[in-house]
Each structure stands twice: as structure tokens, then as C-alpha cells.
């Protein structure tokens, strides 16, 4: 049976140093992917577009929530109306239920909410489903055996720690974890000894690249991504105007709404007071207006 390997790229640096290790060996029958959920950074997509021309082709795949947000069309005028919505909540819902052709805020507006760290549908949705049905399923109907390459190191969690190299998964592929035992200087090593350079967010202060920000952005992540791209923070509380107009409450936040803040411009404001979250942090109020134009959590500007 043939063997097809399906190396899922982010433009992150793992899955880039997989890439060039499956390049490094020659592996055949290489399939190269990108999900692409619409909330990456600008800088993501370029480095997509590097990837491309430097070490071939990449597939993109992108999930279309048009048939479901039409479906939801048609709930808002029936169930809705039967379950007595206000008639005003359903005019500004059937308003904003379009399609936008950005998969992210397509998904909100078909659940017409946000994920989650409770409810983490995001995943599933924009990835794992999509890279099933577009990607796995026609391989499984040519015969072949798809291998499935992953980027993930142990020493990222106690979760990935417990990861074996290979497995077989229930749904008939399998997975290879090559960078398993790989520190994250290792990584960047990788990219060096290729000559590929690594996203340049990783020189603007981010640890991680991918949706920007993630609903699992740790606080001082969301200070970072604020006071260097503000204009996401602005798109982002963009999208939670529309998704609210499209929820039955009225109002949807990117973040869970607690104490840190409903909406995310509070729970950017939350970000920048020390612990507690009562008081400002001084150091952070003057680190707002000293963007250092490199820094790295990687050494990457020494
Ligand atoms: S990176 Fe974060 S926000 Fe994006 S799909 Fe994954 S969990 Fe969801």
C-alpha cells in the first residue's frame, strides 16, 4: 500500500523544522498543508508565502461555514421567533448572517459565539475536520496509508510528554511525532542549517504564531500582541460586534467575560496591571511606549 505523508504546517517554527527534517531525509510522497483559519497574523501569511517559494508547495486548505450560517438563517426566523426573541434581536441577526469568507469569524457566526478554553470548538472546526474530510478521506478512498507528521515536543507540556513517537489512530492513520524528544533550540537550529529563516514574529516578541491571539493567550502574550499590533486587537473587537449581533443574547467576547473584563479592549487594560489585576504594573505602562524594535524569548536577536 502506498504511504502518503501529510506534514501540517502554521508557520510556526516546530512544524517548519518538520518540514525540513522530512526534507532532510528524503522522505517520498510528501503532502504539505496549511489551515487557514483567517486569524493569523499578517506576518503568517508572508512567511506561508516564503515557505512556498523556498521549499515548495503547500496546500491550502480552508473551511466554508456558508451552508451552516444559511441554515441559521432559516432557525432565526422560525425557532427563534417561536422561542419569542425580540423581533429587533432577529432583524440585527439576519443582518450580520453572511457569510464573510473568513473561516474564523464564520464559525462564531454560525455558533454565534466565541470558543472557549471550556468550549474549544475552534480546533476541531477549522483543523481537524477539515484536514479529515479534505485531506485524509480521498487518500483512505485511493487505498493509500496516510501518515500523519506532527510537530509536537515533550517538552512543551506534561500532555505532549506522555506522546508516543508513532501511533495508529482509531480513524485508520497514522501519527509521527519526529521532533518528540527535540528542544526548542533544536528548532531553530534546523532552520539555520537549511538557511531558512524563522517567522519574524519570533523577533517581535512572540513565543507562539498562530491565531493572534489564541483564546488560550496567557496575559502577558496579550499585553505583547496589544502593544505591538494593536490594529489585531482592533479587528478582533471588531469581530465581537458583529458575532454579538448574531448571538440571541445580544453580545458575544472573545475572552470568557470575568474579572478580568467583558470584551477584549478590558481584558487588553486587564493585561497591564500586575498581579492581582486591581493596580497598574508601572513597568508594563512604560514598556507601552518602548517597543524594542527586536526581542526574542528565543535569543534570536543576540
Ligand atoms: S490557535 Fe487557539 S484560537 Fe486558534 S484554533 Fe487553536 S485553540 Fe483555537
Aim: hydrophobic content about 35%; proline content about 5%.
Amino acid at each position: 500500500m502506498e504511504t502518503v505523508n501529510v506534514i501540517s504546517i502554521s508557520g510556526g517554527k516546530d512544524s517548519t523544522a518538520l518540514w525540513l527534517l522530512a526534507r532532510e531525509e528524503e522522505t517520498e510522497n510528501m503532502k504539505v498543508i496549511f489551515s487557514d483559519v483567517g486569524h493569523e497574523h499578517p506576518e503568517t501569511y508572508k512567511y506561508i508565502e516564503y515557505l512556498q517559494e523556498n521549499l515548495g508547495e503547500i496546500t491550502i486548505i480552508k473551511p466554508d461555514f456558508s451552508d451552516r450560517i444559511m441554515k441559521k438563517r432559516e432557525v432565526v426566523q422560525t425557532k427563534w421567533r417561536k422561542d419569542c426573541v425580540p423581533e429587533n434581536i432577529i432583524d440585527q441577526a439576519l443582518e450580520v448572517l453572511k457569510p464573510t469568507g473568513i473561516p474564523f469569524l464564520d464559525l462564531c457566526l454560525w455558533k454565534g459565539r466565541f470558543p472557549s478554553t471550556m468550549a474549544r470548538f475552534c480546533t476541531q472546526e477549522l483543523k481537524v475536520i477539515p484536514v479529515y474530510e479534505q485531506i485524509y478521506e480521498p487518500l483512505f478512498q485511493q487505498g493509500k496509508h496516510v501518515v500523519s507528521w506532527q510537530g509536537i515536543r515533550a517538552q512543551e507540556s506534561r500532555k505532549r510528554a506522555s506522546m508516543p513517537e508513532r501511533e495508529m489512530t482509531p480513524e485508520g492513520y497514522e501519527v509521527y511525532r519526529p521532533l518528540i524528544d527535540w528542544d526548542v533550540y533544536d528548532v531553530f537550529k534546523m532552520h539555520d542549517k537549511h538557511g531558512i529563516k524563522p517567522n519574524p514574529l519570533y523577533t517581535q516578541g512572540m513565543g507562539r504564531v498562530g491565531c493572534m491571539p489564541c483564546i488560550n493567550s496567557r496575559k502577558d502574550e496579550l499585553f505583547e500582541i496589544a502593544r505591538r499590533f494593536p490594529e489585531e486587537i482592533e479587528r478582533v473587537s471588531d469581530w465581537e460586534r458583529i458575532v454579538g449581533l448574531a448571538s440571541k443574547r445580544g453580545s458575544a467576547t472573545f475572552f470568557t467575560s470575568d474579572e478580568r473584563g467583558h470584551g477584549i479592549k478590558e481584558v487588553v487594560e486587564w493585561s497591564k496591571t500586575s498581579r492581582g489585576g486591581k493596580n497598574y504594573d508601572l513597568e508594563k505602562i512604560i514598556a507601552l511606549d518602548d517597543v524594542p524594535t527586536c526581542s526574542s524569548q528565543y535569543g534570536l536577536c543576540e
